[in-house]
């Protein structure tokens, strides 16, 4: 098999050569020596056989070949190589060819010995410098990754993977992790996107799953179509029965009451049947039948669940809310205290025992569990926590002293016993008899708590259960207490173990107990340690995301469990994931995880777009006894693999991986996996400065292709790409120096507008050092009539055109607080709907109205004469409750028919911040980009949002403030945008895609600079190339705002590593660059030398790309159809990965045949992963190669001083 750069046989054939010559060389040092000769099973020597075998054997066959069952004379093959290649590595010191790592690590993980297979990748990452061309590597890695719930990391070494080879043979079993990982991680909407990829009735499941974190019956739909699947395998089934299921007993949306408990007892009960095994199923049977007054049912359902899997928090949770609705107060003891050994951050369990503990008169003790739930992460209603707290401190001190009292009283009148009157005896007789009983029941609870397996009575006395027993305060007085409190899942220690398919958690439920059955309350799932977990957004009942594993089984040919066996439905319901923005996570026996891996400096250049790279970057060592691992991870120099061979998987791995960074780079597109296999770089060493071909970007396009066919036949793959010198993009570093604290709030730049047409104007916000500029009073210098703009206009124009309209919360700019307003967060919640211009207007209007009331009534409630209040009671009366506000947004006004006279009034802006220009590089695209090269309108309120981001592909914007109110705006500089990121992954949070609001403390910390500044109305912001910027209302406002793309190289160069590095994440690129490049060779004379060479450079692989594929087409016989591009037809992106597709489409032949006007265009990569020999698929030819070829040659460097277009 040969599936990445680096060829596995000549690795194979190196390998054995040392191995011949050092074996040999050996043996003759110890007969001379006069030393026994070794075993052959010490230093065994691989046949030439066996060295052929090895040649295709690479970590792609991980999940495909099973070691255990079939396989035996392979495993055995593989034990005696990894013997071997440890026997070289020793006598040779270490100095082996790289390769020789590689394949050792691919050995080591089909063995599944993961520690050695981290280990030997270590050390080909750190001696081969162009490591990222080798797929089958990164895939290897990735797997060691994934086994050890590293999922950042994993996420990284998957996607470079896909980066560079998109027809990777094992790419759907990475786009199905990619999915399973995202959801652990919360990110939702790539996972949805990812798992739609490999379709099966397994990620169908998943599919369903994460429909029901918000969209139910969305879910509920999916898994009834799931169900009607033909031979749907048991364990899906059983698991889509669950979901269903449970989600039923849960969300109120899907029904009343008892026809959604009656619903879900069904499911449930016909998932037991598919499962019989299924612990977690037998846990939500319970739950529905203790929801519905049926506690015999539900306790025979709780002790099944025991007894089919490890003991649960959750389970043990809800017995004790069970005994106490069966007022068995001291079971119920007994109960929470197994449910908080097994977790002891389950926050549910700890406030059902402050419960008991506050009915039995045990402040003391209760104070205490609030205080253990209140810990939890867990916890949802600290506040209310704290108040519950406070009383009974109030309480405590009260009975405090009257005890005191009665003490006090009981030793005068023992003292005093002979000369006490009748009624004073009495007294004195009764003291003592309570002091013995409480005294006696102490004894009792104590000589329980030692017990190691109490014996346990069911609700009516029968039946009988058994866990380790635990310590905590006996209850006094018992009775029946009243309280609802909900539970949260988390895995069993084996459950933690497994290293299989990351699961989700179960859902979070209720317990009612005291209350009336069906009127459950519920918590969040617990995460585990710090990772982050796949709980969902709560619905009214609370419904989260669920134990999804059991859908896994399927996939037991192709994914490899730590514990060598499938994944069952009955297993972790709750999977962490460790990764750099956790902590240390719960681990156990049989396979512990790497804990402390920490996020990468780019090991490789900033990305593969920049213009002109001169030198391959190569890993460095951070330390002289040290070298680095890949993406980030350490490994000492002088240890060799077979010195680590003794490293448990318990092994920790440190290390901040740091690399030479290039400026510039040369290609503005993906650098294809090369065939032909390169002299390896030695360790920490750069190529000199020359080119890695002998085609330059100048020659005719005649010269181009011809050499890229000599190239072709001299055996250059067809999915190579010339000059190949790329890496897959990297985060760039934080700039360096370190800016001192007094710099990290710079000044906004500010000009007074008095010519707003002065060119200095125009080099002075492009300028690439000022990342922000505020242009003061621009509407006024040129006469704008703004009201052109106002709500009353807008109403009057068009009252129904549509807004896109989010719900957020109010809050200040400087602060982002959650729901409840008690945590700090960067995730900034913002759902979406849409209304109408007039509704929205209703609103603002209403809005507005509402604010003068309020403001009216704090004039009468406090007079101006009243003593300030104190910070803390302003801030916390700032930041609760938070109110929720709806943000008019993204209100398209490009249509000239419907919005002439504004679009008109526009024109009067100086050209490089007009909408249309010469000099706007998003003129030049062709066709329309919403809210791009068109003008887009927001309507506020005080506190609407624009979280944070940057423009499309870093184009620079033009934001002008229509009023009346202001805007707030934060910005930081372009160079910091890699530590944003970090920050939004250390959050869970998309940087691209999600929605977040930065704390301003973290940001001064990290030594990010932030510009902060309001903008008036009349005022202009101008957003440099790149700039990340999050703005809010102050007032009550309307803003326009659109892209603009100056025509310099600094644009050119951001706007192609975005679009770069957007391939790398598998986001879509809102701007085509390889079809605009192609306009701007058509339409441009560009006189700028290196915006010349990056323009030419993208034209020439394109050409040559559009070439190699119309060759490898007719070689399989497949001749390609001819259609011009209409005018303003839009760009082509693939329908399935969104990459931008261009001049050769392929469509599938039926969709092409009805002659829609706009095609389902998919990929190359992706087409021929639908039919290998493309035989559904028309190849739709847009441009001709002729033109295509004149294009390129009539492309040249304009003198200076001359640019036109």
């Not at 514990?563 to 681990?587: I, L, M, Q, Y």
């Not at 290390?655 to 400026?663: A, C, L, M, P, V």
């Not at 597709?1141 to 969709?1151: A, D, I, Q, T």
């Not at 040249?1196 to 001083?1201: D, E, N, S, Y």
Request: proline share 7%; with cysteine; charged share 20%.
């Amino acid at each position: 098999m040969q599936s990445c750069g680096v060829s596995l046989a000549v690795a194979a054939c190196a390998a054995a050569r040392s191995l011949g010559s050092a074996s040999g060389g050996d043996e003759e040092k110890k007969m001379a020596a006069g030393k026994a000769s070794e075993t052959e099973e010490d230093f065994p020597t691989l046949t030439a056989q066996e060295r052929d075998s090895l040649v295709g054997i690479d970590s792609s066959l991980f999940g495909f070949q099973r070691l255990h069952e079939d396989g035996a004379r392979t495993k055995a093959l593989l034990l005696k190589a990894v013997r071997s290649y440890d026997s070289l590595i020793l006598k040779a010191e270490g100095k082996v060819e790289p390769e020789l790592f590689c394949q050792l690590g691919h050995f080591n993980l089909l063995l599944e010995d993961y520690a050695k297979a981290l280990s030997a990748y270590q050390r080909y990452y750190s001696l081969q410098s162009d490591y990222w061309k080798n797929a089958a590597f990164l895939y290897g890695l990735g797997m060691v990754y994934f086994h050890y719930n590293a999922f950042q990391w994993a996420i990284k070494a998957f996607q470079e993977v896909l980066y560079i080879d998109p027809s990777f043979s094992r790419a759907k079993e990475i786009h199905l992790r990619l999915g399973l990982m995202f959801k652990v991680n919360t990110d939702y909407e790539s996972s949805l996107k990812v798992l739609c990829l490999p379709l099966s009735s397994t990620i169908q499941f998943h599919i369903a799953h994460l429909y029901e974190i918000q969209r139910y019956r969305a879910a509920k739909e999916a898994y009834e179509s799931l169900l009607q699947t033909e031979n749907l395998p048991a364990q899906v089934k059983a698991s889509t029965l669950q979901q269903l299921g449970w989600m039923h007993h849960t969300v109120e949306q899907l029904g009343d009451r008892a026809n959604k408990d009656s619903y879900a007892i069904q499911c449930l009960q016909k998932s037991l049947e598919a499962d019989p095994n299924s612990g977690q199923s037998w846990y939500f049977l319970g739950r529905c039948y203790s929801s519905i007054g049926k506690v015999q049912d539900a306790f025979v359902s709780y002790r099944q669940s025991i007894d089919k899997s490890e003991a649960s928090a959750d389970t043990w949770c809800s017995i004790g809310v069970l005994y106490q609705q069966q007022n068995q107060p001291m079971d119920a003891l007994q109960a929470y205290i197994c449910a908080v050994q097994l977790d002891h951050g389950h926050a549910a369990a700890w406030m059902d025992l402050g419960t008991l503990y506050e009915s039995c008169s045990q402040p003391h003790d209760a104070i205490k569990c609030y205080i253990n739930a209140m810990r939890s992460k867990a916890c949802s209603n600290a506040t209310a926590l704290t108040q519950r707290i406070k009383c009974l401190q109030v309480r405590r001190e009260g009975e405090i002293q009257e005890g005191g009292v009665q003490s006090q009283l009981l030793d005068q009148l023992r003292s005093n016993r002979a000369n006490l009157k009748p009624l004073q005896l009495q007294m004195l007789e009764q003291l003592e008899a309570q002091l013995n009983l409480m005294q006696q029941h102490q004894q009792q609870v104590h000589g329980l708590q030692k017990g190691s397996a109490p014996h346990w009575a069911g609700p009516n006395g029968d039946g009988s259960l058994s866990s380790s027993g635990g310590s905590t305060h006996p209850l006094s007085h018992p009775q029946t207490p009243h309280n609802q409190v909900g539970h949260s899942a988390t895995p069993s220690p084996r459950q933690q173990a497994l290293n299989h398919l990351p699961s989700p958690p179960s859902p979070p439920h209720s317990a009612t107990s005291g209350g009336a059955p069906g009127t459950p309350a519920t918590k969040e799932s617990t995460p585990l340690g710090n990772g982050p977990t796949a709980t969902a957004t709560k619905g009214p009942g609370e419904m989260t995301t669920a134990n999804s594993t059991a859908a896994a089984e399927s996939l037991s040919n192709h994914v490899q469990s730590a514990a060598g066996d499938g994944v069952t439905s009955n297993r972790s319901p709750h999977h962490s994931s460790d990764n750099p923005k956790g902590g240390d996570p719960t681990t156990s026996a049989p396979h512990k995880k790497i804990n402390n891996i920490h996020p990468a400096v780019s090991s490789a250049a900033s990305s593969p777009i920049s213009a002109m790279s001169t030198a391959t970057p190569s890993p460095k060592s951070t330390e002289p006894g040290q070298s680095t691992g890949p993406h980030g991870l350490n490994s000492p120099s002088t240890t060799t693999t077979a010195a680590l061979s003794s490293a448990g998987p318990s092994t920790v791995v440190n290390g901040n991986g740091k690399g030479g960074i290039s400026e510039d780079s040369q290609s503005p597109l993906k650098a294809d996996p090369p065939a032909t296999c390169r002299r390896p770089t030695p360790p920490h060493a750069r190529t000199p400065p020359s080119s890695s071909s002998s085609v330059s970007i100048y020659p005719s396009s005649t010269d181009v292709l011809k050499a890229c066919r000599n190239l072709g036949k001299n055996g250059l793959s067809s999915s190579s790409i010339l000059l190949d010198k790329c890496p897959p993009p990297r985060l760039p570093p934080s700039p360096s120096p370190v800016l001192p604290k007094d710099k990290l709030n710079p000044p906004h730049t500010k000009h007074l507008c008095e010519d707003a047409f002065f060119p200095p104007l125009h080099q002075f916000c492009t300028n690439p050092s000022n990342p922000v500029t505020v242009i003061r009073g621009l509407a006024g210098a040129l006469k704008l009539d703004l009201g052109l703009f106002s709500t009353k206009t807008l109403v009057e124009a068009n009252p129904d055109h549509l807004v896109e309209c989010r719900t957020q919360l109010s809050q200040p700019a400087d602060e982002n607080w959650d729901l409840s307003g008690t945590k700090k967060m960067w995730r900034c919640e913002s759902g979406r709907a849409h209304t109408t211009i007039a509704k929205y207007a209703q609103y603002q209007a209403a809005s507005f109205q509402e604010s003068l009331r309020e403001n009216e009534k704090k004039a009468l409630k406090e007079p101006s004469d009243t003593e300030p209040a104190s910070a803390e009671s302003a801030a916390r009366k700032r930041r609760g409750p938070l109110k929720h506000i709806k943000f008019g947004t993204n209100i398209d006004v490009s249509d000239e028919r419907k919005w002439k006279l504004q679009l008109q009034e526009l024109s009067k802006l100086p050209a490089f911040a007009r909408v249309v220009s010469a000099g706007n590089l998003l003129s030049h695209v062709g066709h329309t980009i919403l809210g791009m090269n068109t003008v887009q309108l927001y309507m506020k309120v005080p506190g609407s949002r624009i979280p944070g981001h940057q423009e499309h592909n870093n184009f620079c914007s033009v934001n002008i403030n229509i009023g009346p109110g202001d805007c707030e705006w934060f910005a930081v500089p372009e160079p910091y945008w890699g530590v944003m990121s970090n920050f939004c992954e250390k959050n869970n949070i998309n940087f691209l895609m999600g929605s977040w609001w930065p704390n301003l403390e973290d940001l001064y910390e990290a030594d990010v600079p932030v510009y902060r500044f309001i903008q008036r109305p009349g005022d202009l912001v101008w957003l440099n190339t790149g700039t990340v910027h999050w703005v809010q209302a102050i007032g009550w406002c309307n803003n326009i705002a659109w892209n603009v793309g100056p025509l310099s190289a600094h644009q050119y160069k951001l706007a192609v590593e975005r679009y770069e590095w957007n391939k790398l994440q598998s986001v879509k690129s809102h701007v085509p660059m390889v079809h605009l490049s192609w306009n701007m060779a058509r339409n441009i004379k560009v006189s700028d030398h290196k915006l010349f060479q990056m323009i030419k450079y993208c034209l020439l692989r394109t050409l040559k790309q559009c070439q190699s594929v119309k060759e490898a087409l007719a070689a399989a016989g497949k001749e390609t159809v001819l259609q011009s591009r209409n005018r303003d037809e839009p760009a082509h992106y693939c329908t399935i990965c969104e990459v931008e597709v261009f001049n050769l489409l392929f469509v599938r032949s039926e969709l092409l045949s009805r002659k829609q006007k706009q095609y389902v265009v998919h990929c190359q990569d992706c087409a021929r992963k639908g039919s290998a020999e493309l035989d559904n698929f028309v190849v739709v030819e847009k441009h001709r190669m002729d033109d295509l070829m004149q294009v390129y040659d009539q492309f040249t460097l304009a003198p200076l001083h001359s640019s036109s277009s």
